[in-house]
């Protein structure tokens, strides 16, 4: 079954950065990929879109993270970025990518973001 790989995430403190990866299989992005997000999901609350990218590169955020994150995608490696500073402890999640609106079928296994000092 094709899906989403995301990595990158790991333990970091208030402040810093990361940079999450999403990596696709070729044939998923030749069919369906006009639309990328990020989402995240953190313990007891319900997933949410962070950021959002379209084929010609306009971008979109929700306003928590707005002016800290930065989505990205490279169409030739099959792969969206998510470039995160100036991280918060309220950041801290499961991140997946998925086309927007999302496919149930695509969800990977996330990335755990944790922010703490």
């Known amino acids: 079954q094709a899906q989403f790989v995301e990595s990158g995430g790991g333990l970091v403190q208030p402040g810093g950065s990361l940079r999450l990866s999403c990596a696709a299989s070729r044939s998923i992005f030749s069919i369906d990929i006009d639309v990328m997000g990020w989402y995240r999901q953190a313990p007891g609350k319900q997933r949410e879109l962070v950021a959002t990218i379209w084929s010609g590169g306009i971008t979109s955020y929700a306003d928590s993270v707005k002016g800290r994150f930065t989505i990205s995608r490279d169409n030739a490696r099959n792969t969206v970025y998510l470039q995160m500073n100036s991280l918060k402890p309220e950041d801290t999640a499961v991140y997946y990518c998925?086309?927007?609106?999302?496919?149930?079928?695509?969800w990977g296994q996330g990335t755990q973001v944790t922010v703490s000092s």
């Open positions: 998925n086309t927007k609106p999302a496919k149930p079928w695509y």
